[in-house]
């Protein structure tokens, strides 16, 4: 791959020779490379009982973008190695090909937890219930057939595998075999403290709090008091830094710890002008959402300060 990549001749010609060896010759250039028996490539199953239905790609993309960066790298916790990826019926929206159907994609590390369930139409849906857990080396590469200026990707269960289908490719994804957090359950049902908070006045005084913050824990300290919304950070061997935002908030002072980097990946994958922030204390669980952005959930976790 790399030596085709490397060569600006129009057209490249391939000969394999003996022993697997190949031949690349393209303009003035010549490679030999080694090979080995195609024989010993492992054998490709692919699942012949596959459940299909159809998805707009955007709002595949859209699903994966907002939780594939809370995915857990602790290899010891297989069942947070993926994200969490379900199907279930909701109204027939019209005939027998084109029904509704509530998707969701939930994905968490155990101090972040980002989930996204949108109602959407699936062309072809069966109207039962499927899941799977995708490994995130699978999700990185169902990213990359989404690249393709392709309308629809047709998704499709079939037992212990997921497969994608988009402009001419099929992927398959061995699923997890594991069973997945009850994530409701980090969710909190309701908050005591609700603001509204500009995205980007977030994001830019964040980042600038950032540069004195540890380059170990990552900790800064959001402040909220009446009217306002501010991060801080004291380092020894930097200094101390504070910034300010104004918000429409009335209630009693509270401080929360927080890895600032969880807060800017939730930010970061929201497009709206403003978002909801609701806390219930410093030990409690945050919830960010979006007004314009239903069905995005975000929660963070707080750390002791």
Known sequence: FDVIKSLDAPKV???VTDNHWVEVDAGRSRFKLAGIDPTDFPEIKSPVEVSWFELSTSTLRDLIEKTAFSVSSDETRMNLNGVFFKIEPVDVISGDESSGARVTMVSTDGHRLSKVEMEVEATGYDQNSYQAIIHKKGVQEIRRLLEDEVDKVRVGFARGYILFQAAGNTFTVRQIEDTYPDYGRVIPPSSSIKIEVNRQQ?????????????????????ELSKGHLAFATS??????GRDEIDVGYEGDDIVV???????????GVLRSDTVMIECSDAFSPTVITSPTEQGALFVVMPMRI
Do not use: C, W
């Open 13 to 15: 010609h391939l000969r």
């Open 202 to 222: 977030m994001i830019q005084a964040i980042r600038r709090i950032a540069i004195l913050t540890s380059s170990k824990t990552y900790i800064l300290k959001m």
């Open 235 to 240: 380092n020894p061997d930097y200094g101390e």
């Open 257 to 267: 710890g927080f890895n600032y980097s969880y807060l800017l990946d939730v930010l």
